[in-house]
């Protein structure tokens, strides 16, 4: 069976300060991997997707970057936080094709102080 | 943007009551898929309803679809104290690659004892 996972669950950092957050997943073979936001009582907002290795495209001009080393790693990254950063980042995935659910990891909480 | 609308934003309902739930969105879809995220976890999915379906099932759940009017609704009947949570409908569209969804902005429900 196909798992996720992300790490760190929580993050404190703050403002000016780098950023990672790593997302992998098993069970399966060249997954579309997604990156979302979900501010507090809000929906999720698309950051990022990938239909492959070093295959990125970006839905928000933003602060932050995303990559895929690996078919099954999808990265989150920004150089200098702000504090509109914070908020909870889920990454998820799914089988390539139409009319297929996706699997979310459990989340990272960001706050950018 | 959301391109889903949910309503209401919050429901309060008593166990054993039935909770509904609507959502509209605004273009053309493949399908439309409904999530349930607890507080401060991943989402999971629920259930898929493709664009040439109209009503769907699966246990207590019950999902219609009504393309002419861009809105579906979710159902949960009996409802329990564990269903307490956002649900959140979610559509992909026919153009466009990645197979992206586009997320509403969710309804907390909340059942009560």
């Known amino acids: 069976s196909q798992t996720i996972h992300q790490w760190p669950a929580t993050l404190v950092q703050p403002v000016g300060s780098p950023l990672s957050l790593e997302c992998t997943v098993e069970?399966?073979?060249?997954?579309?991997l997604y990156w979302y936001r979900q501010a507090a009582g809000r929906g999720l907002q698309l950051l990022f997707y990938s239909v492959g290795i070093g295959q990125i495209s970006s839905e928000v001009p933003q602060n932050l970057s995303a990559s895929r080393p690996q078919d099954r790693q999808f990265i989150l990254s920004s150089k200098k936080l702000l504090l509109s950063d914070s908020g909870f980042y889920l990454c998820?995935?799914?089988?390539?094709?139409?009319?297929?659910?996706?699997?979310f990891g459990p989340g990272t909480r960001l706050t950018v102080t | 943007s959301q391109q889903g609308e949910e309503d209401p934003q919050a429901l309060s309902i008593q166990e054993g009551e039935n909770a509904t739930m609507n959502c509209s969105y605004k273009t053309s879809i493949n399908n439309l898929q409904w999530y349930r995220q607890n507080s401060g976890r991943g989402l999971v999915h629920l259930i898929l309803?493709?664009?040439?379906?109209r009503e769907k099932h699966s246990g207590r759940l019950r999902v219609t679809l009504d393309t002419s009017k861009k809105s579906s609704s979710l159902l949960i009947t009996a409802s329990r104290a564990a269903d307490t949570a956002s649900y959140f409908c979610a559509t992909e569209r026919i153009t466009g690659g990645g197979n992206k969804l586009t997320f509403g902005t969710g309804t907390q429900l909340k059942v009560e004892l």
């Open positions: 998820a995935w799914r089988f390539k094709g139409g009319g297929y659910e996706q699997y």
């Open positions: 069970g399966t073979s060249n997954p579309n």
């Open positions: 309803i493709r664009s040439n379906e």
